[in-house]
């Protein structure tokens, strides 16, 4: 199998996930969603009733959830504590949660440590905010994928079949502006990434766009 490790981060609403897991089904490689690590521990915080805006809590509890995550780009899966959360975490409050969890280093440390440790297999397609900057540097191919933020809002809105397109937008504009100001790891495009702008591209073109660098000759 391919050694290939490719590292997609990005704004919230982008296009990651579809990219990501149709790019690593058309190559034969491994997936593995990052985000959706942080909302497994932004989720278990809420359920334990831990103050997700007190560091030192959240803090003391960055290593209790025992966490797995699947990495078939068809059936990508995630459990906390052998429970499947991944209808869960998709929740209102775990969109709030998520941001301010994440921005706290202990969650950070721990969640680098299981990612590393799935991606040193080799032959995956990865994606989040400091992959290509923090988590593996070395990927053989980075690419920071962006979108106008109301696409993004549309997209996202269509997938929670929700007609509120307005409040979709504020909840990932308020996402991005924690995720690129916070001090550890910040949403920056990382050094050597190609960007592509999703705006006005079909998810196809997006994924051709992406397996095209993947297999191009280094
Ligand atoms: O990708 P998704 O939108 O599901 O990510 C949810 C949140 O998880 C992001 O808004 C961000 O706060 C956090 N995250 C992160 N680092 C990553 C992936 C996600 O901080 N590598």
Not at 65 to 73: F, I, K, M, N, V
């Amino acid at each position: 199998m391919s050694s290939l490790v490719v590292a997609v981060d990005g704004t919230s609403g982008s296009g990651k996930s579809s990219t990501c897991r149709a790019v690593a089904d058309r190559l034969g490689l491994r997936y593995l969603d990052t985000g959706a690590m942080y909302r497994a521990v932004a989720w278990w915080m809420l359920q334990h009733d831990v103050n997700i805006y007190e560091v030192n809590e959240v803090s003391a509890h960055a290593a209790t959830p025992r966490l797995e995550s699947g990495t078939d780009p068809l059936n990508p899966t995630i459990t906390l504590d052998g429970v499947d959360v991944a209808v869960a975490i998709r929740s209102d409050a775990v969109n709030a949660a998520v941001s301010p969890v994440s921005a706290v280093p202990a969650v950070r440390a721990r969640l680098v440590e299981l990612q590393r440790a799935i991606i040193a297999g080799g032959g995956i397609v990865v994606e989040g905010r400091d992959i290509g900057s923090v988590v593996w540097p070395d990927a053989g191919l980075k690419v920071y994928l962006t979108a106008d933020p109301a696409a993004r809002a549309a997209r996202r809105a269509a997938e929670a079949g929700s007609d509120d397109v307005t409040a979709t937008q504020e909840s990932l504009l308020h996402r991005d502006r924690i995720d690129s100001g916070r001090a550890v790891a910040p949403l920056t495009m990382p050094d050597g990434a190609v960007h592509i702008d999703t705006t006005d591209l079909t998810l196809d073109q997006v994924v051709d766009r992406v397996v095209s660098l993947a297999t191009a000759p280094a």
